[in-house]
Structures are given as structure tokens and as C-alpha cells.
């Protein structure tokens, strides 16, 4: 066997031990750099090419993770950016975008509300916030506030109202939008206590609306007691943007 075809098998063989070990980022990096290249590169270490090696994998890893939340999270508008939020015309200051982009509150299980008159680029600004999580690899769902109450009483019927509660609960990033535009009943507010809750145990939560904060009260049918610690789960230490 001449040294070529000893140099294509090994090619091979390696390539094929890539594959298997399900590391299409190392596997696409050497046939870039050794298999299609006819004067592979000889200036680097051996070091030095694992290292890129591991670099191309963890790169791809990371973009298809980020591509996966983004795609589960399924955001109203998929092109959501916080740096493109003029197009939407909800500007923010630096200190704000760049608060909502790193996402510490995650971490910290806050709460962000974003309030504001239809088409002014609320559910935008929402959706951009949530492709940032997304882009941090937090898992992240976006519901409707109608879809949400669809959601629960489908999975009530079918017997799965406490799991579905639970992936509500326990989500990294819950984001629902259009809260508390309409008045809701008590079972429905029963329902969004039992959820938001638990919010301050796993996650941040993003509630945008086109009614003020101080509106929802008229829109929640609960006790006194209830409703008294719901709007301050809601609200107490929550980050509040509006726009007019």
C-alpha cells in the first residue's frame, strides 16, 4: 500500500470514528484542513489543531442548541432582535438593552413587564428579549394568553392539566403576551396564580400587555386575598417598560 492510500485510509477511518462519536463539527474541520486540502497546513502543533478541532465542535453545538430554543420557544416574530428594535419602534436606552441582554433576572427569577397600545412594538420587544435567552441557552416558551387558556383546558380534558401546569411553571423563560388586554374569569386567574407562583423558584417571566399595571386589578376576578398576592407576584421588584 503506497503512503497515499495509507493517508486515505487513516482519513477515512477517522472521519467514519467522527461520525459515530456524533462530532460533525471535528469531522467537517479535518476534512477541511486535511482531507480536501492537498498541502495540509503544517505551521500549527498538534496541540494547536485540537484545540480548533474541539473550537468548531463546541461552535456548532452551540448554534444548533441556540436554533433548537428559538424554534421551541415559537416566538410571534422569529426575526426578533433587541438591536433591531426601532424597527418595531420601541426604542430603549443602552442601560436597558443591555440589562435585557445579558438576562440576569433570569437567574434572579424576575419578572419584566412590558405594557403599551397595540402596534407598538410590545410583542416585538418581547419576542427579542426572548431570542436572547434563546441565544444564553435558556429554554424559553412564548404563549398568547388565549392560547394559554386553550392550552390548559385541552390538557384538562385529556388529563394532563398538572404536567402542562408544570411545563409552565418550570420553564427557564415564560413569556406571555397579550396579558390581561380583557377581563378573565376566576377560574382563569386561579389558574395563572398557580403558575406564576412558581415563577419566582425557576425562572424569569416576561408579561407584556396593552393594558396599564395599574388596570389589571379590574381584569383579575379573584378575593381580595388572592388577588392581592397575584398582582404583587406580578409586580413587586418587576422591571417595567412602557411604551406609549
Not at 394568553?145 to 402542562?164: F, P
Request: glycine share 6%; proline share 3%.
Amino acid at each position: 500500500m503506497t503512503r497515499e492510500e495509507q493517508r486515505r485510509e487513516r482519513d477515512s477511518l477517522i472521519l467514519a470514528g467522527l461520525t459515530v462519536l456524533r462530532l460533525p463539527g471535528m469531522a467537517e474541520y479535518y476534512r477541511e484542513k486535511f482531507v480536501d486540502n492537498p498541502d495540509p497546513p503544517e505551521n500549527k502543533s498538534t496541540e494547536e489543531f485540537i484545540e480548533e478541532m474541539v473550537g468548531t465542535q463546541r461552535a456548532l453545538r452551540t448554534s444548533n442548541r441556540t436554533m433548537k430554543y428559538t424554534k421551541e420557544a415559537d416566538f410571534w416574530f422569529l426575526d426578533a432582535n433587541l438591536e433591531n428594535l426601532t424597527k418595531r419602534n420601541a426604542s430603549l436606552t443602552k442601560s436597558q438593552v443591555g440589562y435585557l441582554s445579558k438576562c440576569s433576572y433570569i437567574d434572579n427569577h424576575g419578572v419584566v413587564i412590558i405594557t403599551g397600545p397595540a402596534k407598538s412594538g410590545i410583542t416585538y420587544l418581547g419576542c427579542a428579549i426572548g431570542t436572547s435567552w434563546c441565544n444564553l441557552k435558556y429554554r424559553t416558551q412564548y404563549v398568547r394568553y388565549t392560547s394559554l387558556i386553550q392550552n390548559l383546558a385541552g390538557a384538562n380534558k385529556d388529563g394532563a392539566l398538572n404536567d402542562l401546569l408544570n411545563s409552565y411553571r418550570r420553564t427557564q423563560c415564560l413569556i406571555i403576551d397579550d396579558w390581561l388586554n380583557d377581563p378573565i374569569s376566576s377560574k382563569g386567574t386561579l389558574l395563572m396564580k398557580e403558575i406564576l407562583d412558581c415563577r419566582e423558584k425557576f425562572g424569569g417571566t416576561v408579561l407584556i400587555s396593552h393594558s396599564p399595571v395599574n388596570e389589571w386589578k379590574k381584569n383579575l376576578t379573584a378575593s381580595k386575598e388572592v388577588l392581592a398576592s397575584l398582582l404583587q407576584t406580578m409586580t413587586l421588584g418587576a422591571t417595567e417598560i412602557s411604551h406609549s
